[in-house]
T-cell receptor
Framework: AQKITQTQPGMFVQEKEAVTLDCTYD???????LFWYKQPSSGEMIFLIY??????QNATEGRYSLNFQKARKSANLVISASQLGDSAMYFC????????????FGKGMKLTVNP | SAVISQKPSRDICQRGTSLTIQCQVD?????MFWYRQQPGQSLTLIAT?????????ESGFVIDKFPISRPNLTFSTLTVSNMSPEDSSIYLC????????????FGSGTRLTVV
């Protein structure tokens, strides 16, 4: 069974500093996709970044980058220059292989950005 | 990306009653999903809504409790039946389709409180 692990329940970071959110995954399939979502207190899920298992380069989207270490099965999200608006829950997810297109989510972690 | 209108945004319901949640997408999408997020927890997939046929339910979720309809490629409903306080959660619809690239778009969620 697919599994996503986020071990950090919460983190605090100072505004303008960089922060890394950890995510490890477990799958025996060579083809998979990894996602990061942000969920502010309002509840909506905001797509941040995607990494495909065959992608040669780490994904980047503005201030978000993904530190993809395939051999370690880790897909850590790096947020550069944190902003107060980055305070939210962050979820790592994996698309199940096999065509179902289902996403399996980790438990999430709460990021708090301090001024 | 697709824009999702999910209604209602929140509701307080009496135990034993049912609530139907609507998910309307502004474009045709191939895949629609319904998730539940219990308080302080991650997202758990309830079912995949299939156009023109019965939904595909995940383990632990049954059609009698969570009937789902998907009459076309832009609309789906989830009903939470015979509600109990344990059903208090955020319910989210999610879509994936052509033009969404890697990401899955989520509705803004329905915050349900059962009293």
């Amino acid at each position: 069974a697919q599994k996503i692990t986020q071990t950090q329940p919460g983190m605090f970071v100072q505004e303008k500093e960089a922060v890394t959110l950890d995510c490890t995954y477990d799958t025996s399939d060579p083809s998979y996709g990894l996602f990061w979502y942000k969920q502010p207190s309002s509840g909506e899920m905001i797509f941040l970044i995607y990494q495909g298992s065959y992608d040669q380069q780490n994904a980047t989207e503005g201030r978000y980058s993904l530190n993809f270490q395939k051999a370690r099965k880790s897909a850590n999200l790096v947020i550069s220059a944190s902003q107060l608006g980055d305070s939210a829950m962050y979820f790592c997810a994996m698309r199940e292989p096999g065509g179902s297109e289902k996403l399996v989510f980790g438990k999430g972690m709460k990021l708090t950005v301090n001024p | 990306s697709a824009v999702i209108s999910q209604k209602p945004s929140r509701d307080i319901c009496q135990r034993g009653t049912s609530l139907t949640i609507q998910c309307q997408v502004d474009s045709q999408v191939t895949m629609m999903f319904w998730y539940r997020q219990q308080p302080g927890q991650s997202l758990t997939l309830i079912a995949t809504a299939n156009q023109g046929s019965e939904a595909t339910y995940e383990s632990g979720f049954v059609i009698d409790k969570f009937p789902i309809s998907r009459p076309n490629l832009t609309f789906s409903t989830l009903t939470v039946s015979n509600m109990s306080p344990e059903d208090s959660s955020i319910y989210l619809c999610s879509v994936r389709g052509q033009g969404l690239l890697y990401g899955y778009t989520f509705g803004s969620g329905t915050r349900l409180t059962v009293v």
